[in-house]
């Protein structure tokens, strides 16, 4: 769709519950970025003059601003591009501080950000073995295959801190306990969770932890690595020395300054309750799609969940179907993880939950904003619950004609 076609169908107007695909940039961070888009365009390490120094402080308060949500300090924080960079940076960097150490534990429901990573790191000239950790049928990671999984060569520890899929949190700080008694860093994937539930990047006592700045109201093309022992993580890009030698690049001052913002303004959502806010209204609609669709059920129901994600199987239609058929009604969920929408592959998230494939293939995600609220909520389950019960109807008037 042109832009000139999508202007005439702003998302205000649509039910977008798309949340964790990507989220609108807030108009605030719009605002705060604007001046670093054009007068204010200077180099943030060109401190011998007022432009650059006037960067160099509006990247310092970014830093600041992110740490402060996450409980960091700001020299903790590298800025760069978003969520994929910050796993790959994650476990690179966590590798190359200790090459003789060849085992690498992830689970089987990781983002592609951190799989094919770890995929990279199995291959020559690293030769990684790697241990990827099964879920339970909620999608939580099985702690106590952990503590069986750890070998004596076992560098790194990856696992995601909410998942993408179904919005399943992990039990991260007992992850922490099993890694600080082995001598294993640990990262997690925290770019689903940051701004939807707090992240304290002390308690949850990680070494890596990755941001995307996308996902909670900042613009696409930024995000963080928090790195908390310099010494157990080395720098994957270096060139000019930038972001005090962690990341090389001329930073994106503008686009970490929306960041900062947006860390700022989920700091608010979350002190003020926003996450119990959220919480209702997914309650609203599950309970509204239980009354109005027969025999559907919501993955990791026994699991602690984001507040603002629902993964739902309708058993019996195709997802993607019902997403376009929702589409077309300015309505805006996903069939499974975005990155794999286009393709028809049963997701190995769900897959590792024990779904079948054709429990899979009928799964949607429901993510909302933080200004959900319960009218929405009720109106996309009644618009859902019409949309499948018209494709159950269509199969089986499908399978009467054959059958005729
Ligand atoms: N990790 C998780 C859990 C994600 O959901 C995503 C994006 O969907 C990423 C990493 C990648 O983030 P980005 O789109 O900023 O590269």
Request: glycine content about 8%.
């Amino acid at each position: 769709m042109s832009a000139l076609k999508m202007s005439a169908l702003p998302y205000r107007q649509m039910i977008y519950a798309d949340y964790n695909s990507t989220a609108p940039v807030l108009k605030s961070v719009a605002e705060v970025m604007q001046p670093y888009l054009a007068e204010c365009f200077g180099n943030p390490a060109a401190d011998y003059c007022r432009l650059g120094v006037v960067a160099r402080d509006a990247l310092e308060e970014a830093r600041l601003n992110l740490a402060r949500l996450l409980s960091a300090n700001g020299e903790e924080v590298v800025f760069l591009s978003g969520g994929t960079e910050s796993c790959f940076h994650a476990l690179m960097g966590a590798y190359l501080a200790r090459p003789e150490k060849k085992h690498i534990i992830t689970s089987a429901v990781e983002h592609a950000a951190v799989l094919r990573t770890v995929e990279l790191l199995e291959r020559p000239p690293f030769n990684c073995q790697v241990t990827y950790l099964a879920v339970d049928r909620h999608g939580v990671v099985c702690l106590d295959e952990l503590a069986k999984a750890i070998l004596p060569k076992t560098g790194i520890v990856s696992i995601m801190l909410a998942n993408n899929e179904t919005g399943v949190v992990m039990p991260i700080a007992r992850i922490a306990e099993v890694c600080r008694q082995s001598d294993i860093v640990l990262h997690t994937d925290a770019v689903q969770a940051v701004g939807k539930m707090p992240v304290n990047f002390r308690e949850l006592d990680v070494d890596l932890l990755s941001v995307s700045g996308h996902k909670f109201g900042a613009p696409k093309g930024i995000g963080a690595l928090l790195v908390r022992d310099a010494a157990l993580w080395r720098p994957v890009v270096v060139g000019g020395g930038q972001e005090n030698g962690r990341r090389g690049g001329t930073p994106a001052v503008a686009l970490a300054v929306g960041l900062g913002q947006a860390a700022v303004k989920a700091d608010v959502f979350l002190r003020e309750n926003g996450e119990e806010k959220s919480s209702s209204v997914i309650e609203a609609f599950e309970s509204c799609l239980r009354k109005e669709i027969s025999g559907c059920f919501i993955n990791g129901s026994g699991a602690t969940r984001l507040s603002n994600t629902s993964s739902v199987v309708f058993g019996n239609i195709i997802a993607k179907q019902l997403v376009e058929n929702l589409s077309s009604r300015n309505i805006v969920i996903s069939a499974g993880a975005a990155c794999s929408a286009a393709k028809l592959d049963p997701s190995h998230v769900l897959r590792a939950m024990g779904l079948s494939d054709m429990e899979c293939m009928s799964t949607a995600r429901i993510s909302f904003g933080p200004n959900a609220t319960l009218d929405e909520a009720v109106s996309l389950a009644k618009a859902l619950a019409e949309e499948v019960n018209a494709l159950r109807n269509a199969a089986k008037d499908e399978v009467s004609r054959r059958l005729c």
